[in-house]
């Protein structure tokens, strides 16, 4: 496993749309292994393959101990709506106030290839939606109807 940069949300190739994924293979693995190091050296919820400079539809969020790998990912149901402040590693010292589903159901493939469908509510359904939003080149400074400057002390665990 190694480290690999995040890049910052003035990078052009963050507002590009992700390829979907072919080969559920080592490469595949490997970019799984870097993201999810990458993520945790920096205490990170999620972080999706455009951060790190791969244009390819590969997301992973850990929540709650639990690691959710998802290549290929579509929203496939939501429900309800609510207001909660985000964060992003590609934005650095910033928050905003987003607007996202309650609930979300996502149908996407494990690094196996295999179909999985994973549910979320509150904040997991907030990282389903901002991850997958970056598979589509949308930060969520996009979305947010306010946007706020962080102190570190306030710093929450970042999407």
Known sequence: MALRTIRNYADPLLRKKS???????GRLHTL????????????GLGLAAPQVGVLKRAVI???????FELINPEIVETKDT????EACLSVPGKNGLVERPAYVKVKARNRHGEEIIVEGEELLAVAFSHELDHL??????????????VKAEDDEPAE
């Open 32 to 43: 799984l292994d870097d993201m999810l190091e990458t993520m945790r050296s920096v205490s």
């Open 61 to 67: 969020i850990e929540h709650e101990e639990t690691l």
């Open 19 to 25: 390829k979907p994924v072919k080969a559920f293979d």
């Open 136 to 149: 589509e080149g949308v930060l969520y400074i996009d979305k947010a109807t306010e946007i706020f400057d």
């Open 82 to 85: 609510q207001s909660r402040t």
